[in-house]
């Protein structure tokens, strides 16, 4: 066969705000911007037949890829996230499932299907495909909600569910974002704990997601302040916080003794200049938790109870998801910039192959 188009997309630009926003926090930060942070390069191709995978390598086409807020850390000068900043001129990457076309090693047949970390390309040879987790044979759920409620955001709600929450039937839990991939499963699992759940999302049509999961009070925190929404609806014993900034001051301000904030995200300061939080002294006169949980940390605990428990339940709709969906990897720029600027709901994916 002849060598087939294998596009990428390639990190152009470090996006780097206005100059208004660098004179204001002395740092270079700003949204993502159409046709110059994120480029999509048609011009690379592949020989599926004859490419080498000498050494065990695994010839691979990509199924859906994974658009997470975080990515934006991966685009900073300096603040590099974990050491993982993506180069410049180079192809970007994260969490993804793959089908096998090839396989230079026994353990890895064609058509299986794998999750792992790669390219944001078409096609690609994996030199080191132990690093990737083999996905059931059986297929229950579409491939794309592996990286969804199925994947990397589904176990930070459960893990961070089972370390932090410590949630007790009749408590009051706040959750931010909560139509996202991670804040939707986090509002499921509240409500069948038997808990109060205040939520909030930005856009009408999310609101109305949050109702049909169960929330008991739902708003938008653009049009409606959420100080006056927990005075009304609170105190809490549990906040659920993605956002950071204003939204973390305000939860610390309506906490009830004892309670406990789980830190989860600062999707407020990815992109603008980050808000101070001026009454961290309330945590010590309500004596509060303030608990950062980080996926990874728990993956080896609990991916196993969760992988034999999540996919079924979602399968069966006992658990509820949402996805946005783009279908090439053209797309991919914009739906970054709109995974940032809120205007996703639920698992943004890249589904390059049913
Ligand atoms: N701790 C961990 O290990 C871990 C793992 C995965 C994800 N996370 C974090 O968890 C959070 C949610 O992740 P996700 O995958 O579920 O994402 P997601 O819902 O796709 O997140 C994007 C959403 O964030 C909201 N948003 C954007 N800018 C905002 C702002 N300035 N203020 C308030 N909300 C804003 C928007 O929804 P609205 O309509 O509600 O504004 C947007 O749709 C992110 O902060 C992410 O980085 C943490």
Known sequence: M????????????????????????????????????????????IDLDTVSLEGGKVLVKTVAISIDPFLRLHMSRSGRHHGTAYHLGETIYNFQVVKVLRSGRDLFKPGQHLYGV???????????????????????????????????????????????????????????????????MVVQLAKAAGLKVIASAGQEAKLEF??????????????????????????LDICWDHVGGDTLATVISNMKDFGRILVMGFTAAYNAPPASVTNLGLVLVK????????????????????YATVPAKLAKGELKYKETVVRSLDE?????????????????VVVLDD
């Open 2 to 45: 002849a060598p087939v188009r294998n596009s990428r997309v390639l990190f152009n630009s470090i996006p780097e705000g206005t100059r208004a926003s660098r004179r204001c926090c002395n740092k270079i930060i700003g949204y993502p911007v159409l046709g110059e942070t994120l480029l999509v390069d048609h011009a690379k191709t």
């Open 118 to 184: 790669g390219d944001f390309v078409e096609y690609q040879v994996l030199s080191d495909p132990s690093k990737w987790t083999a996905l059931p044979e059986e297929q229950s759920i579409p491939w794309s909600v592996y990286l969804g409620a199925a994947g990397m955001p589904g176990k930070t709600a459960y893990f961070g569910w089972k370390v932090g929450a410590n949630a007790k039937k009749g408590e009051t839990i706040y959750v931010s974002t909560a139509a996202g991939a991670v804040g939707s």
């Open 210 to 235: 949050l109702r049909e999961l169960g929330a008991d009070v739902v708003f938008n925190y653009k049009t409606t302040d959420l100080a006056n929404v927990l005075e009304e609806h609170g105190p």
């Open 287 to 306: 004596r509060l938790t303030l608990r950062g949980i980080a996926v990874g940390d728990h993956e080896a605990q609990y991916a196993e109870e969760f």
């Open 332 to 348: 991919v720029p914009q739906l970054f910039i709109d995974v940032q600027k809120g205007n996703n709901t639920g698992k943004a």
